[in-house]
Every structure is written in structure tokens, then in C-alpha cells.
């Protein structure tokens, strides 16, 4: 493809672009496939030759496309939002053109250098502590993207275990690193994301998942007692991973009870996961959720969840990044650059070295929809999710699980498991709605979650009408 036929195909991309996300509206939700159907589209060899353009997108339409689930769907419920805006989308497209691979300061000044300011800009935004800002006087923080939240775990648990060993070996010089892996022990509660388990097995260390109170929130002394427990067992307590916005039901970890237990223990470091709710504190009404986030020393949150971004853009910042980059670095000859003591190179604040130029995407979302245009966004989807949960309400057959403080309702019929889990099944086997299940406080729920960008009160009554009709129908068929 020549530069010519690229401004065309690229054209016509935009409009099939278009066509499909005004479409796609009357489409089900969800694809009524089995698994391998592509399988039987498609050739199990790749093509010798070059293919005509036409007969490519041709088997996009008729072959791949029937198979997506539209996660951009008005009536699709389900997980957290995908972040999606045409400005983001412009920001990637210029991003895959310029085609850089951003590891240092050198392989591409502007990639590093937007990033920086990016993050900056969005740390102010939410308010985070002074620290974490690494344009304000006196910090030793700053704030890199990354590609996942659980990336974002991964590399702070990392710096922790990095500081633990630091810190036992400055008692035992002559103890080989690997040697103090069994001492050390993480905690997060039973609400945090599965990123946390997964990153310590990767990390081969304990983790003591605790039970959070009947809110789901991880208190104060459910963490000193553990933690108390375990050093008399001669363990060393070294990383406290804590959510703002818990994946199951939204829930808040008491930050402002952890945080003081954490700074009085000799070598803990504290994580704050914010991965959906993280971009709301944008809105100065909901920063009282982030109560106590001055005692964290890293804190994430998604804005290809909950800020319009396109995955991937996972936002990380650090109080102290020598502790971050000093479990990360390594230094060969071929990546080194005569700039490197007055810049950053964003290679050593992360697991793999090839980047992406992600800020941009970030960039043109800040820059087009401005600050008040995202709170709107923001306070859009919270204002559509009460009104949600104002209408469960109304139906007794129905109970609300969660306190409702964002885009998230938890709700359930008001009896045993199975027949939510029938519900469920049948309500998504329909395609007219996509939700998904989790258990609160014992109980198999429903998470309804506000998801489109353009969400308003129509498809919120429509999704409630087909809750309703489909529990009626469902109700109607179980014996008396
Ligand atoms: N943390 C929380 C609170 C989440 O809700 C999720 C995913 O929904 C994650 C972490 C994992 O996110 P990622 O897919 O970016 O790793």
C-alpha cells in the first residue's frame, strides 16, 4: 500500500469507522456463536500473495465483525468501561504513525517529554499529593503509563520487595537476596483485584488476603492485627496493596485507618489501585472517596477505563521513583544516551522497554473535552447509575447490594442464588443487555455499569425494562 492508496483506504476506514458505531445500536450486544466459528471462515494458511484491499474488508464485514461484542454497545453493562472517544482514537491513529519506540529521552524526546507533562497535568487534576507531581519543587515522584493496572501492581510490589530486601540486607550483608524472599509478606483484602494474587505468586511472596467489613472495605485493625501476627511469626510485612473502587461492587478501602499503620511499620510500602474510580476524583465533590491517599507511595488509576481513553493507558505515580527505577534498572551500552542525567528515560520505570507514545491519546482527550467536559462525562454516568438504582428500589422483588457512589449498581432478586443466575443467563443469552455476575457480602449479584459515553435516561429505562420483564417472566415459571 503506497501513500496514495493509504488516503484513501484510510478514508474510507473513517467512515466504516462511523457507520459501524452509529449502527450498532440495532445490533445484539453480544455474538450467538460457538467457539472456532472463525476457524471455519477463514484459511488455516496465510496468503501467499498479496489480496485486493476490497476482499480483505469484505471478509471483515461478513467474517470478523459478526463475532465482536460491541463493548461500545449503549446496552452493554458489563465489566468497567472501555474507554473510547474519537479524539482518543485520532491520538492512537498518530501515534501507530509516527511508529516510535519511546524507551529513552533519546529514542524520542517529544514521546517521553508529552508523557511527563500528561501525567502531570492529570496528577494535579485529581489532586494528588504534592509528591507524586514531578514538576513541583522538591518532589522525588512522577507519574509514568503503563499498559495495565495490573502492570501498575506489578512493578510497585516489585519496588517494595526491592526496598524489603534493601533493608533486611543492611542487618545481613552476607545473605543472598533470594534467601530473604520467605520473610517477607503483602496484604490487599478479599475485594482487591486478582492482579494482586497474581502479581505475588510472580513475585514468589506471601500474600494474606483479608476479610474487609460489611462494606467491603479493608479496615485499619483487620490490617494490624494480620500484620502484628506476622511478624511475631519473625515475617517482615513490607507491601499493603489497598482499592478505591473495588472491581465486585465499588467499594473503598479506609486509606485514612491504613495509611498511619503502614508509615508506623518499619519498611511498608502502600499501593492505592484506583484503576476504574481513580479518574473520578477529577470532580472536586468526590475527592472525600480519596480520604487519606497522603500516606500512599503509589497510586493508579485507567483512563482507558473511566476517562475516554483507548486501552492502553494505565496511570501510574510514585512518591519516590529511585525506588521504583532502582528495582528496574539495567543499563546496556546500546541504550545508553548522551542526555540521560537530564532526563528521563521511561525504560527503567517499567517491565518491558519498547513503548508506545500513549500520552497522546491523552493528550488530545484532555485538550478536546477539557477538564469540564470529562466531570461532565464523569457526573453523567453517576447521575444515570442512581437513577438506575431509584428504579430497582421501587420493585421489591429487587435489592441494591452496594452503596451506589458511582457508575456501579450491585443488585439482585430478592431470593436464592439460582435464580439470579438464571436472570442473568437469560437476560444475556437475548443479546438485548450484557451484565455481568460477582459475589457481595456471600450473595451472587448483578453489576449493572454505566458505560457508554453517550449513556442518558432512555437506555437506562430501556435496560430496566428488560430486567423487569425478563424477572417477571422468570418469576412466572416458579412453582407457587
Ligand atoms: N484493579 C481494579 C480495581 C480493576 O477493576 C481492574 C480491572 O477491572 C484491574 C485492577 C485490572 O486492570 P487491568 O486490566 O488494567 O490490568
Known amino acids: 500500500m503506497d501513500v496514495e492508496e493509504f488516503r484513501v483506504r484510510g478514508k474510507e476506514m473513517v467512515d466504516y469507522i462511523c457507520a459501524y458505531l452509529a449502527t450498532m445500536k440495532s445490533k445484539r450486544v453480544t455474538p450467538n456463536l460457538d467457539p472456532g466459528f472463525l476457524q471455519k471462515l477463514l484459511p488455516s494458511e496465510a496468503p501467499q500473495e498479496p489480496e485486493e484491499w476490497d476482499d480483505i474488508m469484505e471478509d471483515v464485514d461478513t467474517k470478523i465483525m459478526p463475532g465482536v461484542t460491541h463493548w461500545q454497545h449503549p446496552h452493554f453493562h458489563a465489566y468497567f468501561p472501555s474507554g473510547n472517544s474519537f479524539p482518543s482514537i485520532l491520538g492512537d491513529m498518530l501515534s501507530d504513525a509516527i511508529g516510535c519506540i519511546g524507551f529513552s529521552w533519546a529514542a524520542s524526546p517529544s514521546c517521553t517529554e508529552l508523557e511527563t507533562i500528561v501525567m502531570n497535568w492529570f496528577g494535579k487534576a485529581i489532586d ?18 503503563q499498559g495495565s493496572a495490573s502492570e501498575c501492581v506489578l512493578v510497585s510490589m516489585l519496588s517494595a520487595r ?29 475485594e482487591s483485584h486478582s492482579c494482586v494474587e497474581k502479581t505475588a505468586m510472580i513475585l514468589l511472596v506471601k500474600l494474606r488476603i483479608l476479610e474487609p467489613d460489611e462494606n467491603c472495605s479493608l479496615r485499619g485493625k483487620t490490617l494490624l492485627k494480620a500484620m502484628q501476627e506476622d511478624e511475631e511469626q519473625g515475617l517482615l ?26 508509615k508506623s511499620k518499619p519498611c511498608v510500602w502502600l499501593h492505592v489501585d484506583g484503576a476504574y474510580a481513580g479518574n473520578a476524583f477529577i470532580c472536586p465533590e468526590l475527592k472525600p472517596l480519596m480520604a487519606g491517599i497522603e500516606y500512599a507511595d503509589s497510586f493508579n488509576t485507567n483512563p482507558n477505563k473511566w476517562l475516554l481513553v483507548n486501552f492502553d493507558c494505565s496511570c501510574l505515580w510514585v512518591r519516590d521513583k529511585i525506588k521504583l527505577t532502582s528495582a528496574l534498572v539495567v543499563d ?24 508506545r507514545f500513549r500520552s497522546l491519546k491523552l493528550w488530545f482527550v484532555m485538550r478536546k473535552y477539557g477538564l469540564s467536559g470529562l466531570q461532565q462525562y464523569i457526573r453523567n454516568h453517576i447521575r444515570l447509575a442512581k437513577y438506575f438504582e431509584s428504579l430497582v428500589l421501587k420493585d421489591k422483588r429487587f435489592e441494591v447490594v452496594n452503596d451506589v457512589k458511582l457508575g456501579l449498581v450491585c443488585f439482585r432478586l430478592v431470593g436464592p442464588d439460582s435464580i439470579n443466575q438464571t436472570l442473568l443467563a437469560t437476560i444475556n443469552a437475548s443479546g438485548k443487555l450484557h451484565m455481568i455476575p460477582s459475589m457481595v457480602k456471600g450473595k451472587y449479584i448483578i453489576r449493572f455499569c454505566v458505560v457508554s459515553e453517550f449513556a442518558n435516561e432512555t437506555h437506562i429505562e430501556y435496560a430496566w425494562k428488560i430486567i423487569s420483564n425478563f424477572a417477571t417472566r422468570l418469576i412466572g415459571t416458579l412453582p407457587k
Not at 130 to 140: A, E, L, R, T, V
Not at 172 to 182: K, Q, R, V
Open 128 to 145: 494528588l499529593p504534592s509528591d507524586f507531581i514531578s514538576s513541583n519543587p522538591g518532589s522525588k515522584g512522577g507519574g509514568v503509563i
Open 162 to 190: 526491592n526496598e524489603a530486601i534493601k533493608h533486611l540486607k543492611s542487618k545481613n550483608p552476607d545473605i543472598e537476596d533470594s534467601a530473604f524472599l520467605p520473610k517477607l509478606v503483602a496484604y490487599c483484602s478479599k
Open 237 to 262: 510485612p513490607f507491601f499493603v496493596s489497598t482499592t478505591l473502587g473495588s472491581t465486585a461492587c465499588c467499594a473503598f478501602d479506609n486509606l485514612k485507618e491504613i495509611g498511619p499503620i503502614c
Open 332 to 355: 546496556p551500552l546500546y541504550l545508553q544516551h548522551s542526555k540521560a542525567n537530564e532526563s528521563i528515560d521511561y525504560r527503567h520505570w517499567g517491565i518491558p522497554l519498547s513503548r
